[in-house]
């Protein structure tokens, strides 16, 4: 298998599993109320509408190619007016959960390319269908972790009273950083991938494949 092949089976899964989980967010948005999205193009499955040069590009291939057992990226965030939302509070939570919720789907679609790919014995496909599962699987617990600015955050602040909500929102100017923090000190390796691990396991298990 040539190195832009190896390439492919990481770039394809990650740029649909990103742009995909981002026109999720507006696409509920829109539905509840919020054409914010929609009006700034948003709502497209062009990944060159979504991409961060650095959470889409940089940040993935670093840990990509310095072989990190943990692997996550991000698109431009898709704007949110949660104020122009029919019911703020209640909706803020639907628009959080439509990203991962997105995530989760695309890896029973990754799925699927699996089972039907299988008699095919294409090395390529069923790389990049495993990788696939794995980075959306990873993406999907990983946006619920509750840290701002990760959509589970999104749901916490929603059930907090306004002025605690407030206050845990601040912690949105250090998300990042601790974030990145978080990484690097492995500790994503011993919370998120065991859940990735026992989500990927019942899906093999459940479809005959393990």
């Known amino acids: 298998m040539t190195d832009f092949q190896m390439i492919l089976i990481a770039v394809i899964p990650v740029l649909f599993a990103i742009t995909v989980h981002e026109v999720a967010h507006g696409w ?5 109320g919020d054409s ?38 991000w698109a431009k965030p898709v704007p949110i007016n949660f104020n122009a939302l029919k019911s703020p509070k209640q909706d803020m939570i639907l628009v959080a959960l439509a990203g991962p919720m ?10 699927l390319l699996v089972m039907a790919t299988l008699d095919m014995h294409s090395e390529f496909l069923l790389k990049m269908a495993g990788f696939g599962i794995s980075i959306n699987l990873v993406l999907g617990v990983f946006n619920l972790l509750p840290l ?63």
């Open 148 to 210: 701002p600015p990760l959509d589970g955050s999104r749901v916490v602040a929603s059930l907090l009273p306004n002025k605690l909500a407030y206050e845990y929102n601040k912690l949105e100017a250090y998300g990042l950083y601790i974030l990145l923090g978080l990484l690097f000190l492995g500790i994503f390796e011993k919370v998120i991938l065991p859940i990735v691990q026992i989500l990927q396991t019942f899906m093999l298990e459940a479809s005959g494949l393990l």
């Open 102 to 111: 997105s995530n989760f789907i695309m890896a029973l679609l990754w799925l």
């Open 36 to 73: 914010t999205a929609k009006m700034l193009g948003r709502l497209t499955l062009n990944p060159a509408k979504h991409i961060d040069p650095i959470g889409t590009i940089l940040v993935p291939a670093i840990l990509y190619f310095t072989g990190s057992p943990f692997l996550f990226g």
């Open 28 to 32: 509920v948005a829109n539905k509840c």
